[in-house]
């Protein structure tokens, strides 16, 4: 069984990022974008540090790091079911699902194709980051909570992604893709801790599972763990909803095989 | 002459704004995602009001005008693109065959936009002004307010007419649009320029002529009637659309002597 899934799996990942790297016009806006976010908000709006309220002890360059890692984590997710949308677009997978022997195995390879992609523009986002003077407080083991944190997310993304790929099977949707993410990650505390957010926004982004995540993200960073529990259980149920989504989407797609 | 010119004009632009409107796909986005980040933003960046020195105490009332300038980019975006895909298409081929003028389809294209800006900006007024927004220069600056943003949405959708010309591809002028996205972030967008506390990030923005488009419109909203800032605007929309139309001019010149 998985002597079936494996090699399927790296097929599918060994594919796509040949595809990735050799598509700069693919893989350049996943890593500018995050690295656009992190300059407008960290560098333009680093005043907002003065206002009163404002508690998050390893400065605003750190607090907005975390949301645009958690950003770059959901895009590249987001990126991954474009790639799955123009495969099948493109025919490439209706040939994928005809000869893999073991199906689940070509979302296990988009899923570890987007993992590799994160890890490549977390990482540009990071050394920029700290090139700009972010204060690091978090041990080792709390960063490697804040990059767990976001890989859950990155899954979440991908399995969102590619469950939409594989029932559409058009980069027409890649909008319905991307605007639910979105909406998501921006009602969430993205310029102020939660208790300086007002109206109605304040609401949403209580109710918002990445809100959590987020938080649980800077508090890694800055040697204050908050919400970590939550957080996890945040992050694992909406892997789980993303899962279900995902494989659902593999059968009506196989349905048409 | 000129009555034949504008009846040429008439009917690009008929066909412009029809097929414009006829796209709820170009349409609501432009009103929906401006408004969704303006109450995003208005609601997470209303403590920085508390910064001294900040020039209102409505974070609502500073960035409405953002949204302004993002239905712009949406108009340039859909300028581009018509463009773009009547060349792909071959329907510009066919025009060749008739005696429309270069600069007539150049002017009937950018009407759809036009009017799209139009509609947008009308919306997000009303939306602003209902959630509570207050116009510092009166119901004459709502109304200069709605003309700058056109004026400026006209300008921009020059520069998509020049890369759907040049491209003759809509996935290229799409692609084009985080281009100007950033052009955006990297200026006076969300903080007055004095109170950008980062040093390199305040230079940046105080030579992006962006800053001075938004400060403009800006104005009108938080100050009342701003002459040096308005007329800093103007003067950076009025280059931006000579710049933009000239280029636009002569890559469709060039995409026409190919075709």
Redesign the interface.
């Known amino acids: 069984m998985t002597g079936d899934f494996l090699p399927v799996a790296g097929a599918v990942l060994r594919r796509n990022l040949i595809h990735a790297f050799k598509n700069p016009?693919l893989l350049v806006?996943s890593i500018?974008?995050p690295l656009?976010?992190l300059?407008?908000f960290?560098?333009?709006?680093?005043?907002?540090a003065?206002?009163?309220?404002?508690d998050f002890p390893s400065g605003y360059t750190a607090f907005q790091f975390v949301f645009v890692f958690l950003q770059a984590a959901a895009f590249g997710g987001v990126f991954t079911g474009f790639a799955t949308a123009a495969d099948f677009e493109s025919g490439f997978g209706r040939r994928l699902l005809l000869g893999a022997p073991r199906r689940e195995g070509i979302i296990a390879g988009y899923a570890l194709a987007a993992i590799a992609r994160f890890l490549l523009t977390g990482t540009v986002v990071t050394v920029a980051a700290l090139l700009s003077g972010m204060q690091v407080d978090g041990n080792p083991a709390q960063l490697v909570g804040l990059l767990s944190l976001a890989l859950l997310v990155n899954l979440t993304a991908t399995l969102w992604g590619t469950g939409m790929a594989l029932r559409f099977q058009t980069l027409q949707a890649g909008?319905a893709m991307q605007i639910p993410v979105f909406?998501i990650l921006?009602?969430a505390?993205?310029?102020?801790p939660l208790h300086?957010?007002?109206?109605?926004?304040?609401h949403a982004a209580s109710y918002n599972p990445l809100t959590a995540i987020i938080e649980a993200g800077r508090g890694f960073l800055s040697a204050q763990p908050q919400t970590v529990g939550l957080a996890y259980l945040a992050a694992l149920g909406l892997v789980a909803l993303g899962l279900v989504w995902a494989v659902t989407g593999l059968r009506r797609a196989e349905r048409g095989v | 002459m000129i009555a034949e010119l504008a009846h040429q004009v008439g009917f690009v632009a008929r066909r412009s704004v029809r097929r414009t409107l006829r796209q709820p796909a170009l349409i609501v986005p432009t009103l929906v995602f401006p408004l969704f980040l303006l109450a995003v933003n208005a609601s997470g960046l209303g403590a920085a009001t508390k910064i001294p020195g900040f020039p209102t105490d409505s974070y609502l009332d500073f960035a409405i005008t953002v949204t302004f300038i993002q239905g712009a980019m949406f108009s340039s975006i859909t300028a581009g693109t018509e463009l773009a895909t009547d060349i792909d298409t071959g329907f510009l081929d066919r025009l060749q065959l008739t005696p429309l003028r270069r600069v007539t389809i150049l002017v009937g294209q950018m009407a759809g936009a036009t009017t799209l800006a139009l509609i947008g900006a009308l919306a997000y007024l009303a939306v602003g002004i209902a959630s509570g927004v207050s116009i510092k220069s009166g119901p004459g600056g709502a109304v200069v307010l709605i003309l700058y943003a056109v004026f400026i949405a006209v300008a921009f959708a020059g520069i998509g007419a020049t890369l759907g010309a040049r491209t003759g591809s809509p996935e290229a002028v799409q692609g084009a649009f985080p281009l100007m996205f950033a052009v955006f972030f990297l200026s006076s967008m969300s903080m007055p320029r004095d109170l950008i506390a980062v040093h390199w990030f305040r230079t940046v923005a105080t030579w992006n002529p962006a800053s001075y488009l938004i400060e403009g419109l800006r104005s009108l909203v938080i100050t009342g009637w701003d002459g040096t800032a308005l007329w800093r605007g103007l003067a950076v929309g009025v280059g931006v659309l000579a710049l933009s139309f000239w280029a636009a001019s002569r890559a469709l010149a060039t995409r026409m002597a190919r075709t």
């Not at chain 1, 003065?50 to 404002?54: D, K, Q, R």
């Not at chain 1, 505390?189 to 102020?192: G, L």
């Not at chain 1, 300086?196 to 304040?202: E, M, Q, R, T």
Request: no cysteine; aromatic share 18%; hydrophobic share 60%.
């Open positions: 016009a806006p500018v974008f656009l976010f300059v407008a960290a560098g333009g709006l680093s005043n907002v003065n206002v009163p309220g404002f909008p909406l921006f009602m505390p993205v310029y102020v300086l957010i007002k109206g109605w926004v304040n």
